[in-house]
């Protein structure tokens, strides 16, 4: 469980600015895809970068898996996973094999059973065949199933994802969403799904929109689709707008 209790934030080099984050509170369920949605600059990334323990409020309480993450910042690292927008700001191996393994090393896992996990984590992720590589030789979509691989060798709770599918080609995409859905089937784990990409809206079982540092809207994609006040703040999936102006005419 994620927990927001009236949390205040401002970016300390930011205070002649508006961009603030005032008494927002809410709580996101494990087991769940949660979608963080919202323009530029709306906050999203402060609010993951928050939840990771990266940052900490200025005022009220974060709690993740009931841990205050003000107070307990090592654990919060191994509780939540975030796979950043750019995999090349987050690969540190020289090979696939390698980076995997700089988070067991985080661990302080054994070097004898490191070749076992690395080989796991790789098959899940299917990039066994990948295991040898260099890092640069990876394509973009490879890359960020390395990332992937080598946040969740490491047993999250949480796994954030910020705007993964922004650089997706629509078949890629596809499979990033479906391989999300075997994470949520197979691990314990808590997912959040940052985007802009408003067909991955409909994949998440929950949303909540956020304007301003605000979380202005919060509720499931059919309650999103109908409640008509996401209009200037996100753009919404052409489908529901081809069904509304069907309704209408309809009507
Ligand atoms: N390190 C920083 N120092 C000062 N201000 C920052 C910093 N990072 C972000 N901001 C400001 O905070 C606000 C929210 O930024 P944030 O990156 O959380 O938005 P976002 O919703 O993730 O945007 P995008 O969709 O462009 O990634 C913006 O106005 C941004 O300029
Ligand atoms: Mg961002």
Not at 31 to 45: A, E, Q
Not at 99 to 110: H, Q
Not at 213 to 238: C, Q, R, W, Y
Request: aromatic content about 8%; glycine content about 8%.
């Amino acid at each position: 469980m994620i927990l927001f209790d009236r949390v205040s934030f401002r970016y300390k080099s930011n205070e002649e600015t508006s961009f603030a984050i005032r008494e927002v509170s809410f709580s996101c369920r494990q087991n769940l895809i949660h979608g963080f949605i919202g323009g530029n600059g709306s906050g999203k990334s402060t609010y993951a970068r928050l939840i990771a323990g990266l940052l900490h409020p200025e005022a009220g309480k974060i709690e993740v898996c009931g841990l205050d993450t003000s107070a307990e910042d090592a654990q919060i690292h191994r509780k939540v996973g975030i796979i950043f927008q750019n995999p090349d700001n987050q690969i540190v191996g020289t090979t696939v094999e390698e980076d995997i393994a700089f988070g067991l090393e985080n661990l302080a896992i054994p070097t004898n059973d490191m070749p076992e996990k690395i080989q796991q984590i790789a098959e899940e992720m299917g990039i066994e065949n990948l295991l040898k590589k260099p890092v640069h030789h990876l394509s973009g979509g490879q890359k960020q199933l390395l990332c992937i691989a080598s946040v969740l060798v490491m047993q999250p709770e949480w796994l954030i994802f910020d705007e993964p599918t922004s650089h997706l080609d629509p078949w890629s995409r596809r499979n990033f969403w479906k391989m999300l859905e075997i994470l949520k089937q197979q691990r314990q784990v808590g997912i959040i799904v940052i985007s802009q990409v408003s067909d991955d809206f409909e994949n998440f079982d929950s949303i909540r929109l956020f304007a301003d540092g605000d979380l202005v809207f919060t509720g499931s994609p059919e309650e999103l689709k109908v409640a008509n006040m996401a209009d200037g703040l996100i753009h919404l999936p052409e489908k529901w707008q081809f069904e509304k102006l069907r309704e209408a005419e309809n009507a």
